[in-house]
């Protein structure tokens, strides 16, 4: 049996497939990070396969840090993005973006 946030996920990610790519990972990241995380960072912009994302407070970012790897994957999945890496912003930052 499916468990209720895995259906959720899988329901989210089919009615996004109309939106901008950015607009897809800022919807599906309250869905992937959770509540508590998502209350204290949100989607900025998406560059390269690289999602920026804006911290209310750098103690955040170790913990967002730590969980990268689970977080990307989540991403790929809900949103149906190419996720290679994210890239955090704290709230006073402006996002940069680097040529590759």
Not at 17 to 30: I, Q, V
Request: aromatic letters at 4%; charged letters at 25%.
């Amino acid at each position: 049996m499916e468990r209720m946030r895995d259906v959720l996920r899988n329901t989210l990610g089919k009615s996004l497939r109309t939106l901008s790519e950015t607009d897809r990972l800022a919807a599906a990241w309250p869905v992937v990070a959770g509540s508590a995380i998502a209350s204290h960072s949100q989607v900025t912009a998406y560059e390269e396969g690289t999602v920026i994302l804006q911290v209310d407070d750098p103690a955040w970012r170790p913990q967002l840090e730590a969980m990268c790897g689970r977080l990307v994957g989540d991403l790929k999945k809900v949103a149906g993005v190419s996720v290679t890496g994210l890239r955090f912003v704290s709230g006073q930052e402006r996002p940069r973006y680097t040529q590759k």
